[in-house]
């Protein structure tokens, strides 16, 4: 009998711990519909977001005490959720802003998702973060920089990522520096494709460009997806300004390459504004006459110790190449909702929004080049930055700004007579 009662006894103290581990096992997963282009021309890129929130959700779901100041990476699942996992509804809008919006709103009233996430075309994000707002959904904006999309007076809807404003200002304090070092710079042209996303990054670079005294030599919008660029370059090589700032997509991007070889054109340094140049398809195609292009990218590897390289290397070893600009911004924009999520401790979406509305992130949680998170009132993250990045051999290096491990500044770019 006394036996049988410390069994009894030793069943009844272990029950709660039971209970505890079943509900944990048993909490359902937080759903959150996911929006990238996963076929049309910037497939790639898609590809390189949906990896990221892939092995995102592995770090969350699963602990992993090695990350050190990942927030949710040493715990399993969330905590203030019973240990619930995360988990994403990717869906496919194939860079069309109508077929963004109409995804949007299915995943809403069908799939039934706590919270909304993406886009990378900004024309697409404009058009879903509408239908998030009029649900009452949070969105957060990964990588989309548009500036209208969190200037509409919008309460659902949040950016992690730099914007147009905060690329131009880079550009020119760039542009500042290489004069100062002894760089000829007499004058820039922009050259962006025509969707939001290219006039809106094009107007504020022309916007900073006059605030900082630099003379535009010409603007060139054109249609994205062109398939002949020919005209374009050719104005580029009439006026020959010093520096082109290129606003492209994937394809576009890559045409222009070849199409100024093709017509020998090369002035002394292209920036890429990410984008079609931080595409996975971009080096591959058109990187050995691309050579000392430069490239904006909130990603950088940094020293070995740091959260950067740990993250790289879990992430090489799920995909056998390193992270990028877009799978950088996107996974740490993911960990920023997923953080949020669990500081609500709640699928309800007010309760999101206002845990997304709090958030006060530090850089130290960060590994991309931002100095943390925090939301202003039109949603937009007040302490997003990135880096400028160049393509030297086969690889983008972090040449600026200038900081110890960086790699050397090479000007003017070689192209394709490196």
């Known amino acids: 009998m006394i036996g049988r009662r410390l069994v009894l006894l030793g069943a009844a103290s272990s029950l709660p711990a039971m209970l505890t581990a079943r509900h944990a096992h048993a909490a359902d997963p937080v759903r959150v519909g996911a929006l990238f282009p996963l076929t049309g021309n910037s497939a790639a890129s898609g590809a390189e977001a949906k990896a990221a929130i892939e092995i995102g959700c592995e770090i969350i779901n699963t602990a992993h005490p090695e990350l050190k100041g990942l927030p949710l990476a040493a715990t399993i699942g969330l905590p203030n959720l019973g240990g619930a996992p995360i988990e994403p509804v990717f869906v496919d809008h194939r860079g069309d802003p109508s077929v963004a919006q109409s995804q949007a709103q299915r995943l809403i009233t069908s799939e039934h998702v706590a919270a909304l996430f993406g886009a990378y075309h900004s024309s697409a994000a404009l058009t879903a973060t509408a239908v998030a707002e009029r649900y009452g959904i949070p969105f957060v904006v990964s990588d989309s920089v548009a500036a209208n999309i969190t200037g509409r007076g919008f309460k659902?809807?949040?950016?992690?990522?730099?914007?147009?404003?905060?690329?131009?200002?880079?550009?020119?304090?760039?542009?500042?520096?290489?004069k100062a070092a002894g760089k000829t710079i007499d004058n820039i042209a922009i050259v962006n494709e025509n969707t939001d996303y290219?006039?809106?990054?094009?107007?504020?670079?022309?916007?900073?460009?006059?605030?900082?005294?630099?003379?535009?030599?010409?603007?060139?919008?054109?249609?994205?997806?062109?398939s002949d660029v020919s005209a374009q370059v050719l104005q580029l090589k009439q006026k020959n300004p010093s520096v082109v700032i290129f606003i492209s997509y994937a394809s576009d991007a890559i045409l222009f390459m070849r199409t100024m070889k093709s017509l020998n054109y090369l002035p002394s340094m292209v920036i890429g504004d990410s984008a079609g140049f931080s595409d996975p398809g971009f080096i591959p195609a058109v990187g050995d006459i691309s050579q000392g292009l430069m490239n904006r990218s909130a990603w950088s590897l940094g020293p070995s110790g740091s959260l950067s390289a740990a993250i790289n290397t879990f992430y090489k070893s799920k995909t056998g190449h390193d992270m990028s600009d877009v799978s950088g911004r996107v996974m740490q924009a993911w960990f920023v909702l997923a953080d949020a999520i669990n500081r609500a401790g709640s699928i309800e979406p007010a309760k999101i929004q206002q845990a997304l509305a709090e958030t006060n992130m530090p850089q130290s949680a960060m590994f991309v080049g931002y100095r943390g998170v925090r939301f202003d009132q039109t949603g937009q993250n007040v302490e997003s930055a990135t880096y400028l990045t160049q393509l030297q051999g086969r690889e983008y290096v972090t040449t600026w700004p200038d900081a110890p491990g960086n790699a050397k500044q090479l000007w003017p770019m070689t192209g394709w007579n490196s």
């Open 156 to 178: 659902w809807t949040f950016r992690v990522t730099p914007i147009a404003s905060n690329f131009a200002d880079t550009y020119m304090r760039f542009l500042g520096d290489m």
């Open 198 to 226: 290219g006039t809106s990054v094009g107007d504020a670079v022309a916007a900073a460009a006059q605030a900082s005294g630099t003379l535009v030599a010409l603007r060139i919008p054109y249609v994205a997806n062109s």
